[in-house]
């Protein structure tokens, strides 16, 4: 368990609406990543944090913002939602200290978001 | 830029079978490579790792190995259980520059039946 929690587990919003997601961790690891699922394209990289206000984007980033002032909680939010955000939503963390990013990661619960 | 290929199925197999699911990818640096399991419901897992060429990842009865000539990362197990049945994803951790994160495979998923 690496202490990795989300929320909320569920969602079901409106188009247009703002939405925030949080992943919250308890052992003060330095990088943290939000990824999306969806059926057929396994999980992609949405953005991710190598430390308290820092972050970059990754390959879906279009349409989300997020942010991290505090080592524990790294959120997710959907400025105006649209119906393409429709997914799972996976936080994750990697214990490694180092830049070079090849170690695992370790995944939270999810959040399923709809958007109708 | 990275990408991974695995079979995406359904994959159907009786109890006590041998599974093979494929995987292979492209790198730009030298990656660390990954299974993945998720279960129905719930967040990944990670299943196995090997960080260089001809390291054999193993636990819970599955394996596999790194294989640079063939850029390849075959998952086996020589008797499934219906336990088993489940999504699996190959992933890898390029060191190579550029985004940091996992570049994941579509994801197999297994179905064993009594």
């Known amino acids: 368990d690496a202490g990795i929690t989300q929320s909320p587990r569920h969602k079901v919003t409106e188009t247009g609406t703002p939405v925030t997601l949080r992943c919250h961790q308890t052992e003060n690891h330095r990088y943290m990543y939000w990824y999306r699922q969806d059926p057929g394209h396994g999980l992609r990289l949405i953005h991710y944090?190598?430390?308290?206000?820092?972050?970059d984007k990754g390959e879906v980033s279009d349409g989300y913002s997020v942010s991290r002032s505090k080592t524990e909680d790294f959120l997710l939010t959907l400025e105006s939602a649209t119906s393409s955000q429709t997914s799972v939503y996976f936080c994750?963390?990697?214990?490694?200290?180092?830049?070079?990013?090849?170690?695992?990661?370790?995944f939270g619960p999810g959040t399923r978001l709809t958007v109708t | 830029g990275n990408s991974v290929t695995q079979m995406e199925g359904p994959v159907t197999l009786s109890e006590e079978a041998f599974l093979t699911i494929n995987c292979t990818y492209t790198a730009t640096g030298y990656p660390s490579l990954f299974w993945y399991v998720q279960y129905p419901g719930e967040g990944l897992q990670l299943l196995l790792k090997a960080t260089k060429a001809d390291d054999k990842g193993s636990n819970k009865g599955f394996e596999a190995t790194y294989r640079k000539e063939t850029t390849s990362f075959h998952l086996e197990k020589g008797s499934v259980q219906v336990s088993d049945s489940a999504v699996y994803f190959c992933a890898l951790s390029d060191s190579g520059g550029g985004a940091d994160g996992l570049t994941f495979g579509k994801g197999t998923h297994l179905i064993i039946q009594p």
């Open positions: 994750a963390i990697r214990p490694g200290t180092g830049a070079s990013g090849r170690d695992e990661q370790y």
């Open positions: 944090s190598y430390g308290v206000k820092d972050t």
